[in-house]
């Protein structure tokens, strides 16, 4: 069997008067197993909502709490179970990112040491209900690698292929892209690097000023996004891409929102 990169969606987000956005994650599908980047809303977040996410969040930002969406619901209309995800890649630990972790519980979850430091403080954008299961975090904190000009970090998984955490830190201090080779092709997913796709070509796009304002440390954000930028466009022959919120850049195959809701 080769490997396979498939695209999902694992979440929907809708907070009028803006449109619907997505949460937009990667199954690396190998005879060794599933791996995911990114979970999305899980089933205990549809389960228990204002513990797991909290109504501020909800409201601000618009989960909407839909069980064919999860990710264990899709892998599972794959033909698979919740033990054959081995690995899972974190860009970073905000809500709509990690709500699945726990419907993966033997899974080892990656993401940088500087994400996991702030993990473990009070800052309110993480909700600790959502690590209460306690992921089998393994943590990386060298760049050890270079990739197309970007330092990396290679990420030690169960399936033997190329995948890194590329640092583009600002949306949270430890926020990273991951990269994934198969079958001699790259995939970057960016994370929330950018919200939307036209971020990459018009600095001034309207939703850089809700970027911003969900920023840790909004001049480290612009400087990944810039980073980020001069890649694509001086390799982006080498490798496809796609962030986490822009519908636009979800398959034709993946349902809508006006089809789930």
């Not at 980073?227 to 919120?245: N, V, W």
């Amino acid at each position: 069997m080769k490997t396979e990169l498939l695209h999902a969606n694992f979440g929907w987000l809708h907070a009028p008067p803006f449109p619907p956005a997505c949460c937009h994650c990667l199954i690396i599908r190998s005879e060794a197993g599933l791996m995911l980047v990114d979970t999305g809303i899980g089933m205990q977040d549809i389960a228990s909502p204002e513990e797991r996410v909290g109504s501020e969040a909800i409201q601000a930002a618009g989960f909407q709490f839909i069980e064919s969406v999860t990710a264990l619901a899709q892998i599972q209309q794959l033909g698979y179970s919740a033990a054959n995800v081995t690995d899972i890649m974190l860009t970073h630990g905000d809500p709509d990112h990690v709500g699945g972790l726990a419907d993966f519980p033997e899974a080892r979850v990656h993401l940088s040491a500087e994400e996991k430091q702030q993990l473990e403080t009070d800052d309110p954008r993480y909700r600790s209900a959502q690590f209460s299961h306690r992921p089998q975090w393994v943590t990386y904190d060298i760049n050890d690698a270079d990739w197309f000009g970007m330092p990396s970090r290679c990420v030690d998984t169960a399936v033997n292929i190329d995948v890194r955490l590329i640092p583009l830190p600002g949306h949270t201090s430890g926020h990273c892209g991951v990269a994934v080779q198969t079958e001699g092709d790259w995939f970057l997913h960016v994370g929330d690097a950018y919200y939307l796709r036209g971020e990459l070509t018009d600095p001034q796009h309207p939703i850089g000023e809700l970027a911003a304002f969900r920023a840790t440390d909004n001049a480290e954000r612009l400087t990944s996004l810039t980073r980020l930028r001069t890649c694509i466009d001086e390799h982006g022959d080498s490798f496809a891409y796609c962030g986490y919120h822009d519908t636009s850049e979800l398959p034709a195959s993946v349902p809508t929102f006006e089809q789930v809701r």
